[in-house]
């Protein structure tokens, strides 16, 4: 029952997070153990990461450069806050920071937040079936890959590669390597509101053995989701 309904969870969360295949899909649902993340279809799949019970770790706030994509390192960096229940963290000014910012909110529940961090698109799920993918996450825990910028008519994008580590509260823990799209059209060329900033787009994502060294995995996941 738990697999099951993370799978549906996470098809329509992360749009990409089965246990065998990637998906592509804005968000994530995971089953009753494990929260979803968005995919590319817009719903979240089977075996899709799940949000674990304890604080996650935030990497470091260094922005790459279109040209010179920038290794993130695994763990907090000064002037990032740990993405902990304890701690509020709201901040789109990087991708590093964005996604920092999303996986906070839902270690401390706030999904409404965490869906805000999202673009509106058609793959993305309706907000209950969204919160729901994460009922049974207690935390989520994310290492960064190197990020790759790539800019052009007014519009940047970036692709993140990243491993979650996630904690259910049935005491289950599972392991799962994405990769996050965001995007963020040029402040200067939005001249009526809604402003619409930095933001999540889609996700792509597999599950992996626990304890596994996803360097290689995470090295190929944004490429392969290209």
Known sequence: MRRALIATLLMSLLLASGCSDTTETPTETPSASEAALPTTDGAPSAGEATQPATPA?????????????????PTSAPGVPAITKDVYLDDRSG???????????????????????????????????????YAQTESVE??????????????????????????????????????????????????????????????????????TDTTADMQQICQASQ
């Open 142 to 211: 994310i290492t960064l890959g190197t990020i790759s910028t790539y800019a052009g008519a007014g519009q940047v994008y970036y692709s993140v590669p990243a491993t979650l580590i996630a904690r259910n509260s049935d005491g289950s823990t599972q392991t799962f390597v994405s990769c996050y799209r965001l995007h963020l059209a040029n402040p200067g060329i939005q001249a009526q509101p809604p402003f619409k900033p930095l933001g999540i787009t889609l996700a792509t994502m597999k599950e992996v053995t626990n304890n």
């Open 57 to 73: 770790t935030s990497t470091s706030s260094v922005t790459p450069s279109a040209a010179n994509p920038t290794q993130v390192p």
């Open 95 to 133: 991708p590093v920071q964005t996604l920092s910012s999303f996986f906070n909110a839902i270690n401390r529940k706030e999904y409404a937040r965490a869906y805000s961090y999202w673009e509106t698109t058609e793959g993305l799920p309706a907000f209950q079936q969204f919160a729901q993918g």
